[in-house]
Structure formats: structure tokens, C-alpha cells
């Protein structure tokens, strides 16, 4: 009897030290048991989001010498007396091939410009006054006739597109407060919101404006 109690003793024994081996290899070989939903979603929450954030801070600010909102450069330029608020006006390049439209907001100065939009003429159909001017030219180089990748070189790739086909395309850029932090232009002309406009077909831009949305 003694003797059958110690081989079932040495017989657990062993039983019990072969699963404590077990175990310890399981863990040693990276082996684990299931996180539990609490331990899974406080490692998600562990582990940041990088993030990229993509601002347009250099916008444009003037087409052939006059400048956004500036009633000087406007008269000086265009060669104009005044220009009344709540209008849109024409202006032809000197070979008429090029059509400047300028927006005066409601409430505005006489002649200070808030949007500037410029397109071919032909077949524009438009009363238009001529200027001087051989074409129309932004201070950063901007003209029709360009390509996207010599647009985006000077204004940058934090853009949206729109009205994209096969052979066409438009890019839509965006500064709004408070990401003037560079220019502080928004800030120093007391508007909410600048955009720009860059409408390309078969490569080329044919069409572009920019300025102050309305506030």
C-alpha cells in the first residue's frame, strides 16, 4: 500500500512539472494569451496618428502692380477714376487676347479690388475696357498658358481638385483663419477667407482667380 501511495505521489510530481515546463516554453517562444478588450484598446490608444498638416500660407497677392484691396494701384494701373462697389468690371490685355475681370465688394472703397479673374477672350463675347497692359502676370509668376507642375512650383501642393476629366482639371486652393500665421494677410485686410482658382485643359491654364470670398 505504502509503496502503490508513493508511485502515485512521484507520478503527480511529474505530471505538475511538465505542464510548468509547458507554460514557461509558451511564453519564452512569444506565445500569450489573447489580450483582453481593455488591453487592446488602451495599446490603439497608445500608439499616436501621425498626422501631416498641409497649409497654403503664401498666397498671391496682386496681378500687374495692383494689389488686392489697394485703391492706388488700381486707379494707377488700370487708369480708371473710380470703380463702384457691387460690380464686376472688364478689361482687355493690349491685344485683346486676354480678358481681366476685377470684383469690388458692396460697402468697399471706390476701386479697391477684392477678386481678380483672368481668361482668354476669344469668344468671350464681353464689353471690355482696354489697357496698356501686354498680358496679365501675378507677382508670383502666375499667367495663362502655364502647366500644372509650373503652377504648383510656385504656389505649392496643398490644393483639392475639382471638374477633373480626361483632359481637364481645376485646382482649388484655400487660406482661412487661423492659418495666415505667415502673412498675416487675412489678418491685416480684416477678411475671413482668401482662395484661388487654377483651371487647367490639356495641361495648360486657361482660366484663374483669385482673391477674398465675400464676408
Not at 22 to 49: F, H, Q, R, W, Y
Not at 113 to 125: D, E, H, L, P, W
Not at 143 to 149: D, Q, S, V
Request: glycine letters at 4%; one cysteine or more.
Amino acid at each position: 500500500m505504502f509503496r502503490l501511495t508513493l508511485i502515485l505521489a512521484l507520478l503527480f510530481c511529474l505530471t505538475g512539472c511538465s505542464n510548468s515546463d509547458n507554460k514557461s516554453a509558451m511564453v519564452d517562444d512569444g506565445i500569450s494569451s489573447p489580450k483582453t478588450d481593455k488591453e487592446l484598446s488602451e495599446k490603439k490608444e497608445a500608439s499616436p496618428k501621425e498626422k501631416t498638416a498641409c497649409i497654403f500660407d503664401n498666397p498671391d497677392t496682386s496681378l500687374s502692380s495692383i494689389k488686392l484691396r489697394d485703391t492706388e494701384s488700381t486707379r494707377k494701373v488700370l487708369k480708371v477714376r473710380q470703380l463702384n462697389g457691387d460690380t464686376t468690371y472688364n478689361f482687355y490685355g493690349h491685344d485683346k487676347s486676354q480678358l481681366l475681370s476685377v470684383t469690388v465688394y458692396p460697402g468697399d472703397y471706390y476701386s479697391q479690388v477684392s477678386v481678380f479673374q483672368i481668361k482668354y477672350a476669344a469668344n468671350a463675347n464681353t464689353e471690355a475696357a482696354p489697357t496698356t497692359l501686354d498680358s496679365f502676370v501675378t507677382e508670383k509668376g502666375i499667367r495663362l498658358g502655364l502647366t500644372k507642375n509650373e503652377v504648383t512650383s510656385k504656389l505649392g501642393s496643398c490644393y483639392t481638385t475639382s471638374d477633373s476629366t480626361k483632359n481637364s482639371i481645376t485646382f482649388n486652393y484655400k487660406l482661412e483663419t487661423p492659418n495666415d500665421s505667415r502673412t498675416r494677410l487675412l489678418e491685416r485686410q480684416n477678411m475671413p477667407t482668401y482662395y484661388a482658382i487654377y483651371k487647367f485643359k490639356n495641361n495648360k491654364l486657361i482660366n484663374f482667380e483669385f482673391g477674398f470670398e465675400y464676408p
